[in-house]
Nanobody, 117 residues
Framework: QVQLVESGGGLVQPGGSLRLSCALS????????MGWYRQAPGEQRELVAS???????NVADSVKGRFTISRDNAKKTVYLEMNRLNPEDTARYYC???????????WGQGTQVTVSL
């Protein structure tokens, strides 16, 4: 059974940085497009960034230039480096694994990111 475990969230001041990690277990990592989503209270979950097994990335315009997604296939881990954070980035961040060209997907439990003074 596929499991995704996120880590690295926390409280950070505006302008600060955080690095999120998501480790996959129970499957072949290269099978999946990995993505980071976020959801703020009262808002719908939105895609932040995604990355294929080959390293092709897609980043939301709202975070482009500030966030970087990467993956380490050997460690079966995907990362989201977040820089110049602002309060609008406050949300619970979820890791997602999706089989390419498939509706099959898995979710982690999420990790909270709070940007505040």
């Amino acid at each position: 059974q596929v499991q995704l475990v996120e880590s690295g969230g926390g409280l950070v001041q505006p302008g600060g940085s955080l690095r999120l990690s998501c480790a996959l277990s129970g499957s072949i990592f290269s099978m999946y497009v990995m993505g980071w989503y976020r959801q703020a209270p009262g808002e719908q979950r939105e895609l932040v960034a995604s990355i294929t097994s080959g390293g092709s990335t897609n980043v939301a315009d709202s975070v482009k230039g500030r966030f970087t997604i990467s993956r380490d296939n050997a460690k079966k881990t995907v990362y989201l480096e977040m820089n110049r954070l602002n309060p609008e980035d406050t949300a619970r961040y979820y890791c997602n694994a999706r089989v390419r060209t498939s509706a099959v997907g898995y979710w982690g439990q999420g990790t909270q990111v709070t940007v505040s003074l």
